[in-house]
Antibody, heavy 122, light 110 residues
């Protein structure tokens, strides 16, 4: 069974750095075609893709947030970490991690974590 | 403003067929695959359609996707009360260098 679970702080102050961890099971991020993305959703608003890391180490970042984002993986721990710097209240959102298997669903996110709500407030 | 444009709402009665549209451009829908997700209240999205019109295992054939040019559609036939949810389209966008999502369509089953 494939699962993903997000973890991190529920509250951060403006200008602080957010670090989120996606811990997954049921697949390996060293298998060809496997990728993990971060996607966020502000309250009552639409989904926004942030970044993706692939099985081969390739990284893709949203052009609008590229300067603030870092994505990395620890395959030994089955974890993907997202770092978002200089947090602002507009970054308040539920943050999801999701899997893509490019060899099966191309760019589709086939399994999602439950999401973690992050509020940016002083 | 979302890169992909969806109607904010749609509705139908049980048993009816409804369609939800998604409009984009040559940098996304016009040249890349379209994906559709359903999000029930308070839950994570679920993949309904991938590669324009393919269904993942477990998704009933009441759900179908189509694409023409820079627009795509999701059709739901035999509408049920449990189909009441938010629906999002998505496609890789060359300018974003990643997936773009539509603004979402809230489907109400009357």
């Amino acid at each position: 069974q494939v699962t993903l679970r997000e973890s991190g702080p529920a509250l951060v102050k403006p200008t602080q750095t957010l670090t989120l961890t996606c811990t997954f099971s049921g697949f390996s991020l060293t298998t060809s075609g496997m990728c993990v993305s971060w996607i966020r959703q502000p309250p009552g608003k639409a989904l926004e893709w942030l970044a993706r890391i692939d099985w081969d180490g390739d990284k893709h970042h949203s052009a609008s947030l590229k300067t603030r984002l870092t994505i990395s993986k620890d395959t030994s721990k089955n974890q993907v970490v997202l770092i978002l710097t200089n947090m602002d209240p507009v970054d308040t959102a539920t943050y999801y991690c999701a899997r893509t298997v490019t060899t099966v669903t191309n760019d589709g996110f086939d399994i999602w974590g439950q999401g973690t709500m992050v509020t940016v407030s002083s | 403003q979302s890169v992909l444009t969806q109607p904010p709402s749609a509705s139908g009665t049980p048993g009816q067929r409804v369609t939800i549209s998604c409009s984009g451009s040559s940098s996304n829908i016009g040249s890349k695959f379209v994906y559709w997700y359903r999000q029930l209240p308070g839950t994570a999205p679920k993949l309904l359609i991938y590669e324009d019109n393919r269904r993942p295992s477990g998704v009933p054939d009441r759900f179908s996707g189509s694409k023409s040019g820079t627009s795509a559609s999701l059709a739901i036939s035999g509408l049920r009360s449990e189909d009441e949810a938010d629906y999002y389209c998505a496609a890789w966008d060359a300018r974003l260098s990643g997936p773009a999502f539509g603004g979402g369509t809230k489907l109400t089953v009357l």
